[in-house]
């Protein structure tokens, strides 16, 4: 079975600044795809950024960037220039077509933002 | 076009009494899913539908919880007996096969069993 590892249950940066949240991952699958999800209070989970195993390229998404590192099953996210409004719970979530595409998701870290 | 609606956003029992969670996927998304999320933790996979058929349940933790997609369409996520512990947010998501598996997500259903 796969599983989805954060190990930083809570993380705070200031405005401006640069924050880096960390995910690992256990799979047996050598296709499948990493996500990291955002939820704010209102529950709503809003897809941040999407990364393919297959791509050696780490995706990015405006001043939202990951690192990848597929042999050591790791997927942090980069948020540049943090915004108040990037506060919110991250998750950092996998799956694979043969799977159903069913997600597995971490345990989440939440993110503060200071003034 | 409008996103994943569930219905209703807070939902307050007593234990013992059945439930019924709504869901209203993006119109022609033919996957459909429904997680379970407790405080402080992530959501887990319960069910997944392809279409009118579960094509896996095996998150729902038991018996009591049964889901149905009659349509294709909108589906309901059913309790029976609800107890204390099923208390959580349940989300539901939706994905059309075009979109590289990438699942869309309703706002949830706060569940409260007194």
């Known amino acids: 079975a796969q599983t989805v590892t954060q190990s930083q249950p809570e993380m705070s940066v200031q405005e401006a600044e640069t924050v880096t949240l960390s995910c690992t991952y256990d799979t047996s699958e050598s296709d499948y795809y990493l996500f990291w999800y955002k939820q704010p209070p209102s529950r709503q989970m809003i897809l941040v950024i999407r990364?393919?195993?297959?791509?050696?390229q780490n995706a990015t998404e405006n001043r939202f960037s990951v690192n990848f590192q597929k042999a050591a099953k790791s997927f942090s996210l980069k948020i540049s220039d943090s915004q108040l409004g990037d506060a919110a719970m991250y998750f950092c979530?996998?799956?694979?077509?043969?799977?159903?595409?069913?997600?597995?998701f971490g345990e989440g870290t939440q993110l503060t933002v200071n003034p | 076009g409008a996103g994943v609606s569930q219905t209703p956003s807070n939902k307050v029992t007593e234990k013992g009494k059945y439930v019924e969670l709504r869901c209203d996927p993006i119109s022609g998304h033919t996957a459909l899913y429904w997680y379970r999320q407790s405080l402080g933790q992530g959501p887990e996979f319960l069910i997944y539908?392809?279409?009118?058929?579960?094509?896996?349940d095996s998150g729902l933790p038991n018996d009591r919880f049964f889901a149905v997609r009659p349509e294709g369409s909108v589906s309901t996520l059913k309790i029976q007996r609800t107890e204390r512990g099923d208390s959580a947010v349940y989300l539901c998501?939706?994905?059309?096969?075009?979109?590289?598996?990438?699942?869309?997500f309703g706002p949830g259903t706060r569940l409260t069993v007194l």
């Open positions: 998501a939706s994905r059309s096969s075009g979109t590289n598996n990438e699942q869309f």
């Open positions: 990364q393919e195993a297959y791509k050696q």
């Open positions: 979530a996998y799956n694979s077509e043969t799977s159903g595409s069913r997600l597995t």
């Open positions: 539908f392809q279409g009118t058929g579960a094509a896996d």
